[in-house]
């Protein structure tokens, strides 16, 4: 483990190549705990390939990742939750059950326990009496919202989220950030956010990696020292996403 | 399945707070389970009674044709005298002995066949190596006609029961072994990463992922081998029985009874058609849509 702040998150000069082709090579990342940090970068710099490394579903790559000190490899996975870019629900289960999919292996969901817990997620996410409906009848930003759900179920020490409002118009999007934002506030989970909107990265989170060149490595980390609840049209956060957009190469 | 809905919730991406344009259609869906069939306008109340306009003029056709002696009745006696056949034999209860002993070699050699094929599907839709093993075997005898086991199913089994209701299991078993096998092989990989990130654990993601999501696929295969149940019982009863609507069947043609032989034909429509509707309604229950 590194010295003074010990990471939640430690990746160590992770390379990760798919055959001949190489997707990650040599990236370093340390994320404290409760940190919420935005990884951007240009579509095809790995962001991706470096979520499913940590979330232990790629298991072949050279380097060290670690959560809590554990090798993702060997555990350490157990204790990251991730939402995918799409919702992913199960379609045939309602709301309850899919958040519930995320409760920890030892916790049985039929218990009057679980149970609550599951729906004060669903409260927390702002789905109260959505409960039991299905997927097919949400919205794409409300099932998106059972997906993040789901991932605070499980309590996880890092939740990793891979462009997970991609898909939302402008201002679902801008609802579901600031919804994420109380979320992360209250509950104090560390966060690891992949996104390709600089925008997104800069309002959200403590601090930017940005990942550039093909194969990916940390091109630049950029810190976003600005206090919240932040102002979108901020001249500071304004020239921070100069400043990322310009770490980009755009 | 799982591609429908992502289908779906991108046309209702545009509205977060409010329902999606296609909530309207399965919530109607899950109310109708609870409060019975919507009451259809009036309009197009009678319309599922459209699909037996058909059959009715085909019946009277029927009538017209051999009433008026363009086909003797010896080939083809009236649909009258084949109620009346029927009827009597109903009477006296000759029918029931029948058709009791064919429902219940269908019932049991359709349920043999969709227990083994709930079981060889799953093996091989969840092991490559099982697939490997048992998959080119099983694709091939699929393709061997019902009839052709006949033989050598009275060979093995005698002509006793337990050859018929056999030869009705390996009807039933194709259609539930091999939609289940690729319903399960074919779940969604993101709904299994899903699984795999919150350590769900073998168990759990079969119960709760994949199962559920091969379930549809299960249903249809079922649904296919109740009706190859169907055509095989005939098969069984044509050639070996002394009882059944097969047997009557034959029996028919022995006697040159045309209204037995159309009599059992019937009897063999109608209830390969309830059971038919029984499945799809069990499916549309579980399934939900």
Redesign the interface.
């Given at each position: 483990m590194s010295s003074d702040a010990d990471p939640v998150l430690a990746v160590d000069d992770l390379r990760k190549r798919y055959g001949d082709t190489v997707a990650l090579d040599g990236v370093d990342l340390a994320v404290a705990d409760g940190e919420f940090v935005a990884v951007v970068g240009p579509s095809g710099c790995g962001k991706s390939t470096l979520l499913r490394v940590l979330?232990?579903?790629e298991a072949e790559f050279a380097g060290r990742v670690a959560v809590d000190g554990a090798d993702v490899r060997e555990g350490g996975?157990?204790a990251?939750?991730?939402v995918?870019q799409?919702?992913?629900?199960?379609?045939?289960?309602d709301v309850r059950e899919n958040v519930a999919?995320?409760l920890?292996?030892d916790v049985d969901p039929d218990t009057p326990a679980a149970r609550e817990r599951v729906d004060d997620l669903i409260e927390t996410v702002g789905l109260d009496g959505f409960a039991g409906s299905?997927?097919?009848?949400?919205?794409?930003?409300?099932?998106q919202r059972v997906s993040l759900a789901?991932g605070l179920a499980?309590d996880p020490a890092v939740l990793l989220l891979d462009e997970p409002f991609s898909?939302?118009?402008r201002?679902?999007k801008a609802?579901?950030q600031d919804h994420l934002l109380d979320v992360w506030d209250a509950r104090g989970t560390t966060v690891v956010l992949v996104t390709h909107d600089v925008e997104e990265a800069v309002y959200l989170a403590d601090r930017v990696v940005v990942l550039g060149g093909q194969p990916g490595r940390v091109a630049s980390v950029v810190d976003v020292e600005i206090d919240r609840p932040r102002e979108r049209a901020d001249p500071d956060l304004v020239a921070l996403r100069r400043e990322v957009t310009d770490a980009l190469g755009r | 399945m799982a591609a429908d809905t992502r289908r779906e919730s991108g046309v209702s991406r545009d509205s977060d707070s409010g329902r999606g344009s296609t909530a309207g259609g399965s919530a109607g869906g899950a109310e109708s389970r609870s409060l019975g069939p919507v009451p259809l306008p009036a309009a197009s109340r009678f319309r599922p009674l459209l699909g037996l306009l058909v059959p009715a003029a085909l019946v009277v056709v029927w009538h017209l044709v051999v009433a008026t002696g363009i086909i003797a009745a010896y080939q083809l006696p009236t649909p009258l005298r084949v109620a009346e056949t029927l009827y009597g034999m109903a009477a006296t209860g000759e029918l029931w002995g029948h058709v009791a002993i064919t429902v219940q070699r269908v019932v049991l050699g359709a349920g043999l066949g969709i227990v083994v094929g709930t079981v060889f599907g799953t093996a091989t839709g969840l092991s490559r190596t099982a697939s490997d093993l048992l998959d080119p075997l099983l694709q091939s005898l699929k393709n061997i006609p019902s009839l052709a086991w006949v033989p050598l199913f009275l060979l093995w089994f005698g002509i006793g029961e337990s050859a018929k209701v056999l030869l009705i299991a390996v009807g039933a078993f194709f259609p539930v072994y091999l939609n289940l096998s690729t319903g399960i092989a074919a779940v969604d990989e993101e709904l299994l990463e899903v699984a795999e990130v919150y350590d769900l654990g073998r168990v759990e993601s079969l119960r709760r992922v994949v199962f559920p999501a091969a379930l549809p696929d299960l249903l249809v295969g079922i649904r296919g081998g109740v009706g190859l149940a169907w055509m095989f019982v005939v098969a069984a009863e044509l050639i070996a029985a002394s009882q059944g609507i097969g047997f009557l069947l034959s029996d028919g043609r022995t006697l040159a009874r045309p209204d037995i032989i159309v009599g059992s034909i019937l009897l063999f429509a109608f209830l390969g058609n309830c059971s038919d509707v029984a499945v799809r309604e069990v499916r549309d229950r579980v399934v939900g849509r």
């Open positions: 979330s232990g579903l996975s157990d990251v939750g991730m995918f799409e919702p992913r629900l199960l379609d045939w289960a999919v995320g920890p292996a299905r997927p097919d009848e949400l919205s794409g930003g409300m099932a789901r499980y898909a939302l118009d201002l679902t609802d579901q | -």
